[in-house]
C-alpha cells in the first residue's frame, strides 16, 4: 500500500512530473536486503541512467528507526540500474516504510507489514507412507503461504507445483493448513511413476519435504497477478522469508498396499 507526503507528492501514474519504480523486498531470514528504484521520468538510456536523483531511507516504524540507504549502481543491457541496500535484520511482524525523495523534495513512501514467523507444525511424524500428514502455521498476520511439497532438501530434488494458502477461514483467520499423504504426493511429483510404486524408492532420506514462502500482506497477490514492468510498476516492496522443513515418514512396505 502507498501513503504520500502532504506537501510534495505526486500521483502513482504521473508521469509527466516523474515517478520512481519499486521492486524489491526485505527478506527476514538475510542481513541483505536489495531495493531497485527506477525514475520514470529518466529515458532509458544509458547516459540518463549513469545517476539518479534520489534519497532512500528505510523507516521501522514499530522501533521508531531510520536508515539511509546507500545504492549500488549496475550496468545491464545499455542502462544503468541503481539497487539501494539495507544491511542488518529485519524484525517479525513489524511496519517498515521505504522513503524516496527527490532533490526537489518530492517524495514517495511504501510500507509494508512483515509476517509473523510462526513455527510450524507437521504431524504425525514417523507414520508410515499412506497415513495423512497435516501441515499447520497459526498466529499469521494476513499474509500467503506458498507451499510445495519435494522428495529431497534442495532444489537438485524432484519438487512439486505449488499450493497457495491464505488465512481466510472465519472460525480461525489467523492459521493456515495442508494435508497430504507422503505417497500420493510422491506419484503427483513424479508423474510418469508407477502409482503402486513405493516410498522407499524415492524417499531417499527417509523424510518428504515442505519447502513454503512466506509472504506479507499482500505482497504475494501484487507480484503473482501483476507483470512486473519497470516503466509502470510501482508497488513491488513487501517482505517474506523461506524455509524448508523435513518430516520423516517410515517408508517401510504396507500391506496390502504394497505387498
Known amino acids: 500500500m502507498f501513503a504520500w507526503a502532504c506537501n510534495n507528492t505526486i500521483e502513482p501514474l504521473d508521469r509527466e512530473n516523474g515517478i520512481f519504480a519499486i521492486y524489491g523486498f526485505l527478506d527476514l531470514k538475510e542481513n541483505n536486503h536489495y531495493i531497485r528504484v527506477k525514475d520514470l521520468h529518466a529515458p532509458f538510456t544509458k547516459a540518463a541512467t549513469e545517476t539518479i536523483d534520489a534519497t532512500v531511507t528505510l523507516h521501522n516504524l514499530t522501533l521508531g528507526t531510520a536508515t539511509l540507504l546507500e545504492s549500488e549502481r549496475r550496468a545491464h543491457e545499455d542502462i544503468y540500474q541503481h539497487n539501494f541496500i539495507y544491511s542488518d535484520s529485519v524484525y517479525a511482524d513489524h511496519k517498515y516504510k521505504l522513503s524516496i525523495e527527490r532533490s526537489d523534495g518530492v517524495i514517495i513512501d511504501v510500507t509494508t507489514l512483515t509476517p509473523s514467523m510462526p513455527e510450524p507444525i507437521a504431524e504425525p511424524l514417523n507414520q508410515n507412507c499412506y497415513?495423512?500428514?497435516?501441515?499447520?502455521?497459526?498466529?499469521?498476520?494476513?499474509?500467503?503461504?506458498?507451499?510445495?511439497?519435494?522428495?529431497?532438501?534442495?532444489?537438485?530434488?524432484?519438487?512439486?507445483?505449488?499450493?497457495?494458502?491464505?488465512?481466510?477461514?472465519?472460525e480461525n483467520p489467523t492459521q493456515v493448513t495442508f494435508t497430504f499423504t507422503p505417497h500420493d504426493a510422491m506419484i503427483n511429483i513424479l508423474p510418469f511413476t508407477n502409482p503402486s510404486a513405493r516410498c522407499s524408492q524415492y524417499l531417499n532420506t527417509g523424510s518428504i519435504y515442505i519447502s513454503y514462502i512466506h509472504y506479507s500482506p499482500g505482497f504475494f497477490e501484487r507480484i503473482a497477478n501483476d507483470s512486473f514492468d519497470i516503466f509502470e510498476s510501482t508497488q513491488k516492496f513487501g517482505a517474506l522469508y523461506f524455509d524448508t522443513l523435513a518430516v520423516p515418514v517410515d517408508t517401510s512396505p504396507v500391506c496390502p498396499q504394497d505387498c
Open 131 to 170: 497415513v495423512p500428514i497435516e501441515f499447520s502455521m497459526g498466529s499469521l498476520n494476513g499474509g500467503t503461504v506458498e507451499l510445495r511439497l519435494g522428495l529431497g532438501p534442495s532444489a537438485n530434488h524432484w519438487w512439486g507445483r505449488p499450493h497457495i494458502l491464505q488465512p481466510d477461514d472465519s
